[in-house]
């Protein structure tokens, strides 16, 4: 069983994604869309998030308050799965809210913020100090002189 948990920041606006498997992915079979976890699962020590919502290996997405495990065609008339136009309702496959082995996806938000930073506890923040350390100083700007083009005299 594996899962990629895409770990979303409100305060910042940035998402993060980890791979889990085996027993830690089990931990999150039988939750449902909103539940609170702990974040110590995901590496990250002294968060809690919540599950908002996942998607399957159909790509067909998790929608809270279609109870069950299955793939179910409702009627909507918009909302997760289906953007509404006017006076229109479709019928629309969406998967339960329940966590089992065919979900691929899980997103979930922090709620409750540790006392270190999401990109330490990741490893991330080493990678961003790298990246600007190899950074090469800008290159001067060419004159619009030396921009142009020679011209060659033409043979008659």
Do not use: C, H, W
Not at 46 to 55: M, N, P
Not at 59 to 79: A, D, E, H, Y
Request: no cysteine.
């Amino acid at each position: 069983m594996e899962f990629k948990v895409v770990i979303s920041d409100p305060e910042t606006g940035k998402s993060y994604q980890r791979d889990i498997k085996d027993e830690k992915a089990r931990r999150f079979r039988g939750k449902k869309i909103g539940d609170e976890i702990d974040g110590s699962i995901l590496g990250l020590t002294g968060y809690k998030l919540a599950i908002t919502g996942g998607s399957d290996k159909g790509g067909f997405p998790m929608k809270k308050g279609v109870m069950g495990k299955t793939n179910l065609r409702i009627l909507m008339k918009g909302g997760v799965g289906y953007r509404q136009k006017k006076g229109v309702r479709r019928r629309k496959r969406v998967r339960g809210e329940i966590i089992d082995d065919d979900i691929v996806q899980i997103n979930t938000k922090v709620i409750a913020r540790g006392k270190r930073k999401i990109e330490e506890l990741l490893g991330l923040e080493i990678k961003e100090e790298a990246k600007k350390a190899e950074e090469k100083p800008p290159e001067p700007e060419k004159r619009a002189e030396e921009e142009r083009p020679e011209e060659k005299p033409k043979k008659e």
